[in-house]
């Protein structure tokens, strides 16, 4: 069957991605969004300042997909972008900001000279210089100075850090959310080293309007989705018609089911956000606060590749629990049982032949950008084949 038409419930970098491709291939998409912005948590607008703040906290873009980077290069102008974080820590009673990932310049600046030479050369010798190992394999390293090392990391770096931000320690949390930074045997103190790293020139609302601009596409913003549609016996009304085209839904799917097997739960945030009377207010993009404080981060947004202006704003994120209809959820939880959960829904979905679940709250994953737009660009493919 030739689609004609097509439904994207939501307007952020998946949604608008993946109806971007439709509208080129023919497909007259709506594309639907509760909030009145584009983007979803991409969002970013420009300040009274000038600076380009993003509403819904820090986003990077990083790859090494040239099919992504140059997907999108056809919406934005690059600046290149080397992203820094620095942990702010504690060494005796002096306060101490070392890169992140830990690596090698890291270790200098936290032990006595002498000893750092010690560890540099078992880790070299024991793992190799450019490595890169996840703090939760290194504390289980077979030599025993690896694993003393590592347990000074992990206490420095992750634990505190961690319990804050999730809730969880390390080791209740899947595996991919501690090798997303892992320790890096080298003094290289970018945060990412992906072959492409840069920010769009005039930030990611400008690139998502670029990407939603398109004959093809009907934008309906400020309109919640879940009020329209209705799901029974394997089809799909939309606004009390049967729709039997595609429906790409972005949204949180236990909301689309209307929490039949239970709520999925999410990370939420809340962010405090401050103009600041400077030009500069830390030495780094991102500082972490990995032992104490109760907020995760500061943000500045003039360092985001933004050029420096009169004054800078900051932003503290403040991890919450999230509660549905209260607060927003920003991160799936990757646990077991919440993939579990997870999966239920995913199943019920697939008794809607045209229902596909796309993005980092339908499908229940912690993915970066560049994902996001890689698994849109791969979802194309399987809406054109199976409808
Ligand atoms: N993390 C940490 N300490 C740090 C940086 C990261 O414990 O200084 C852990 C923490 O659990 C965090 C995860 O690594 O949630 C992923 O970090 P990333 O910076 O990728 O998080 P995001 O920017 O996606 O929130």
Redesign the pocket.
């Known amino acids: 069957m030739k689609v004609r038409r097509a439904l994207v419930i939501g307007a952020g970098l998946s949604g608008a991605t993946v109806a971007r491709l439709l509208a080129e291939n023919d497909v007259n998409v709506t594309v639907i969004d509760k909030r009145n912005t584009i983007g979803g948590n991409a969002y970013d607008k420009v300040d009274e300042n000038g600076v380009t703040v993003q509403v819904y ?2 986003h ?1 873009f990083h790859t090494n997909y040239k099919e992504v980077y140059d997907f999108l290069a056809r919406f934005t102008e690059w600046v290149p972008y080397k992203h820094k ?1 620095l ?1 702010s820590l504690k060494k005796k009673h002096e306060k101490k900001l070392v890169p ?3 690596n090698l310049t890291s270790l200098f600046e936290m032990y006595p000279e002498k000893e750092a030479e010690a560890i540099k050369q078992i880790l070299t010798e024991e793992i190799g210089y450019g490595k890169k190992v996840p ?1 939760l394999a290194l504390k289980k390293h077979e030599d025993e100075r690896v694993r003393k090392f590592a347990d000074f990391v992990y206490k420095n ?6 319990l804050k ?2 809730g969880f320690a ?1 080791e209740e ?1 899947g595996d991919e ?2 090798g ?2 892992p320790v890096y045997i080298s003094e290289d103190d970018g ?1 990412f080293t992906d072959t492409y790293q840069c920010m769009p020139k005039f930030g990611f609302t400008e690139m998502i309007k670029n990407m939603l601009n398109h004959p093809k596409i009907y934008l309906s913003l400020g309109k919640d989705a879940n009020k329209m549609l209705y799901l029974s016996d394997n089809k799909i009304y939309f606004n009390g018609t049967e729709f039997d085209e595609p429906i790409i839904f972005t949204g949180c799917v236990d909301e689309l089911f209307e929490y039949k097997y239970g709520v999925l739960p999410y990370r939420s945030l809340k962010f405090k956000f401050k103009t600041v009377n400077a030009k500069s207010f830390q030495p780094a993009a ?1 500082v ?1 606060y ?1 032992v104490n404080k109760k907020y ?2 500061i943000s500045e947004f003039t360092k985001f590749a933004c050029p420096e202006k009169e004054k800078t704003v900051i932003v503290k ?1 403040y991890p919450k629990t999230y509660k549905k209809d209260k607060n927003i959820p ?2 799936p939880i990757p646990r077991k049982e919440n993939e579990l959960l997870h999966k239920k829904y995913a199943e019920e979905a697939k008794n809607f032949p045209n229902l596909f679940l796309l993005g980092r709250l339908a499908e229940y994953k ?1 993915v ?1 950008m560049d994902v996001a737009v890689k698994n849109a660009m791969a979802l194309l493919d399987k809406v054109l084949e199976e409808m």
Do not use: D, H, K, S
Not at 157 to 162: S, V
């Open positions: 906290g820090p990077i974080v942990a992140v990932p830990f703090i770096i992750f634990y505190i850090y961690t931000q999730w390390p949390l959310v501690m997303r930074v945060y991102v972490n990995t995760t981060r994120e920003y991160y912690y970066n």
